[in-house]
């Protein structure tokens, strides 16, 4: 992030805003948004009770941004995009709330010797889950559980990235 060398006054979004680098990015953009997803249930851009951090959280579905296009200069996602089962329209979210110029900086877990994303569950069209592999649960910083896995990247992300609008596409390991 210090490589992309962003003013301070600029528009910065993060998935999340209950963890240590969330406050460490408030020290860096005051203008940082942050949020957290709270479940199916809950309306984008909504704040909601979290009895686990005892304050408000805005939730944030990232395959239904309440943010308006052209909002941000730069989107951040720690270890968001395998939870999230139609991650191609999550990216490309992503995409339509970043100002011309902006750039999305995010972690996944990477299988570089993978060509193509293995998807691990899914939902099938009348809404099962679907698990096509032993399911792989994550921590979850707002509940008690894990939040489950639905794909391990591999190489195809790069496309996946420039099918959603992205014009430098890159990956650091």
């Known amino acids: 992030l210090r490589k992309l060398e962003l003013p301070r006054d600029s528009r910065v979004y993060i998935a999340e ?16 948004v942050g949020s957290e997803f709270l479940g199916m249930d809950r309306v984008s851009g909504e704040t909601y009770w979290n009895e686990q951090h005892r304050q408000h959280l805005r939730h944030e579905d990232l395959t239904r941004l309440s943010f308006a296009d052209d909002s ?20 490309s ?4 709330v970043l100002r011309r110029g902006g750039r999305l900086v995010f972690s996944v877990p990477f299988f570089p010797g993978q060509a193509e994303t293995e998807i691990r ?3 099938t069209a009348n809404g099962t889950l679907e698990h ?9 910083p707002v509940g008690d559980g894990g939040v489950l896995c639905f794909q391990h990247f591999g ?4 496309d996946r990235l420039r099918e959603a609008g992205f014009g430098e596409v890159r990956a650091h390991l």
């Open 17 to 32: 805003c209950v963890t240590a680098s969330f406050r460490q990015l408030e020290r860096l953009y005051p203008r940082l």
């Open 155 to 158: 190489w195809d992300l790069l």
């Open 93 to 96: 979210e992503c995409r339509r």
């Open 132 to 140: 096509l592999l032993p399911a792989e649960y994550h921590g979850d």
């Open 72 to 91: 941000f200069d730069l989107v951040i996602s720690q270890d968001i995009f395998e939870h999230i089962p139609d991650f191609a329209r999550a990216f």
């Open 121 to 123: 569950a899914r939902f």
